[in-house]
């Protein structure tokens, strides 16, 4: 199997995000679904307390101290129990990581603590209602005022959006300007005029707990401004690159258990005399799976190295997130198909991870925008003269 080069470490924290994942949220992830509930807070507690919400958090600040491959690594283990569980504790973590990074030593000291600690939950606020995946056009606007900055506006499909007690939102202070304009801060989501006017009745990803929000006239003082106007927009497009590198290495890792279950079951069920496994033409498919697994992980590994090393990764993010989120539908269905009736039932992920595998094709950037991103690159990688990955 296919794997990236992590310390003896690394390796230790992915096998325990396996059976962390294995004994919290698959016995409970049905009932999520089942119930439309985001995912519950002492779940966030519990990844915390196992050391998870501080993975890229230096060893001197109370985290991990492990690598970027370590941490996509965590999310694609996690993932073959639940895409959306994994989404939601994958996002809050980030923040941690990004605070120690970007943050003031006020910032570090007032949220850094309850963060590892699962005591709050984050939530990155950049698409809004009628934006998309163009963050340029945001309408959220910040006005500056004695000591701080007012908020008005409204942001769509937040991540934890349905219960997160901290916004790294992005909000535009000087129309007409574009991302030049767009500065980041954090926001206290119980603030006096923080509306969570609607949480989405998400198919297959309700653990998501994705939220529409909207602030009004909300007070933002200057201490908590992470990036001036100018800066935040391309650290928030660093993170999404990064964000896209998880999203393909979590489609992973829900085909590889789908994968697991078929092949498993294949080679113990018997018809017409013989193994399923036996019959070439199941036999080819769950090959086809395998081939195409391995090939996206290649793909995802790929930018999580480039990453990594701190290279230019944004064609490769793309790549990897295209592929991985059109073959995990594809790839999913044919080992739900494998499985014959059984697959339709709550006995077996399929369903949840079919969804799930769709759901990566909409998150940090719809398929759409990736196979634009891969083209406008295209001359640069692979053009006359062009460097070439």
Same mark, same amino acid.
């Given at each position: 199997?296919?794997?990236?080069?992590?310390?003896?470490?690394?390796?230790?924290?992915?096998?325990?995000?396996?059976?962390?994942?294995?004994?919290?949220?698959?016995?409970?992830?049905?009932?999520?679904?089942?119930?439309?509930?985001?995912?519950?807070?002492?779940?966030?507690?519990?990844?915390?307390?196992?050391?998870?919400?501080?993975?890229?958090?230096?060893?001197?600040?109370?985290?991990?101290?492990?690598?970027?491959?370590?941490?996509?690594?965590?999310?694609?283990?996690?993932?073959?129990?639940?895409?959306?569980?994994?989404?939601?504790?994958?996002?809050?973590?980030?923040?941690?990581?990004?605070?120690?990074?970007?943050?003031?030593?006020?910032?570090?000291?007032?949220?850094?603590?309850?963060?590892?600690?699962?005591?709050?939950?984050?939530?990155?606020?950049?698409?809004?209602?009628?934006?998309?995946?163009?963050?340029?056009?945001?309408?959220?606007?910040?006005?500056?005022?004695?000591?701080?900055?007012?908020?008005?506006?409204?942001?769509?499909?937040?991540?934890?959006?349905?219960?997160?007690?901290?916004?790294?939102?992005?909000?535009?202070?000087?129309?007409?300007?574009?991302?030049? &304009?767009?500065?980041?801060?954090?926001?206290?989501?119980?603030?006096?005029?923080?509306?969570?006017?609607?949480?989405?009745?998400?198919?297959?990803?309700?653990?998501?707990?994705?939220?529409?929000?909207?602030?009004?006239?909300?007070?933002?003082?200057?201490?908590?401004?992470?990036?001036?106007?100018?800066?935040?927009?391309?650290?928030?497009?660093? &993170?999404?690159?990064?964000?896209?590198?998880?999203?393909?290495?979590?489609?992973?890792?829900?085909?590889?258990?789908?994968?697991?279950?078929?092949?498993?079951?294949?080679?113990?069920?018997?018809?017409?005399?013989?193994?399923?496994?036996?019959?070439?033409?199941?036999?080819?498919?769950?090959?086809?799976?395998?081939?195409?697994?391995?090939?996206?992980?290649?793909?995802?590994?790929?930018?999580?190295?480039?990453?990594?090393?701190?290279?230019?990764?944004?064609?490769?993010?793309?790549?990897?997130?295209?592929?991985?989120?059109?073959?995990?539908?594809?790839?999913?269905?044919?080992?739900?198909?494998?499985?014959?009736?059984?697959?339709?039932?709550?006995?077996?992920?399929?369903?949840?991870?079919?969804? &799930?595998?769709?759901?990566?094709?909409?998150?940090?950037?719809?398929?759409?925008?990736?196979?634009?991103?891969?083209?406008?690159?295209?001359?640069?990688?692979?053009?006359? &003269?062009?460097?070439?990955?």
């Amino acid at each position: 199997m296919i794997e990236l080069s992590l310390t003896e470490r690394e390796q230790e924290l992915v096998a325990e995000a396996r059976r962390f994942a294995v004994a919290i949220i698959e016995p409970q992830a049905v009932t999520w679904e089942r119930t439309r509930q985001p995912l519950p807070r002492d779940v966030f507690r519990q990844y915390a307390a196992s050391g998870f919400s501080g993975l890229q958090v230096p060893v001197e600040h109370g985290g991990q101290g492990v690598s970027f491959l370590c941490k996509v690594r965590v999310a694609e283990v996690m993932a073959r129990s639940c895409l959306a569980a994994t989404f939601a504790l994958n996002n809050s973590q980030a923040t941690a990581a990004r605070l120690v990074r970007e943050g003031t030593e006020d910032q570090k000291r007032r949220y850094l603590p309850r963060l590892l600690s699962g005591a709050i939950v984050s939530a990155p606020a950049i698409t809004e209602p009628g934006g998309g995946s163009d963050a340029t056009a945001m309408t959220t606007h910040a006005t500056k005022v004695d000591g701080g900055w007012r908020i008005d506006g409204r942001k769509a499909w937040i991540t934890n959006g349905a219960h997160a007690d901290l916004a790294v939102l992005y909000a535009q202070t000087q129309k007409g300007v574009g991302a030049r &304009g767009i500065a980041s801060f954090f926001v206290d989501l119980h603030a006096t005029g923080v509306e969570r006017s609607r949480v989405y009745p998400m198919m297959g990803g309700a653990a998501i707990g994705a939220a529409e929000l909207t602030f009004r006239d909300v007070f933002v003082p200057d201490l908590d401004v992470i990036a001036a106007p100018g800066a935040a927009f391309k650290r928030a497009m660093a &993170g999404i690159t990064a964000a896209r590198t998880h999203v393909a290495a979590m489609a992973n890792g829900v085909v590889e258990e789908c994968l697991s279950r078929a092949v498993d079951y294949a080679g113990q069920r018997s018809a017409f005399g013989v193994k399923l496994l036996d019959h070439q033409g199941l036999r080819w498919s769950l090959a086809d799976v395998a081939t195409d697994l391995a090939a996206s992980r290649l793909l995802a590994y790929h930018a999580a190295e480039l990453i990594h090393r701190e290279e230019e990764a944004i064609f490769a993010a793309s790549q990897a997130k295209s592929f991985a989120s059109q073959m995990a539908p594809r790839a999913v269905a044919a080992c739900m198909q494998a499985m014959g009736a059984i697959g339709l039932t709550e006995d077996h992920p399929f369903s949840r991870h079919l969804i &799930g595998a769709r759901i990566a094709g909409y998150v940090d950037g719809t398929t759409e925008i990736q196979r634009e991103r891969i083209g406008v690159l295209l001359p640069k990688y692979h053009g006359i &003269g062009g460097r070439r990955s």
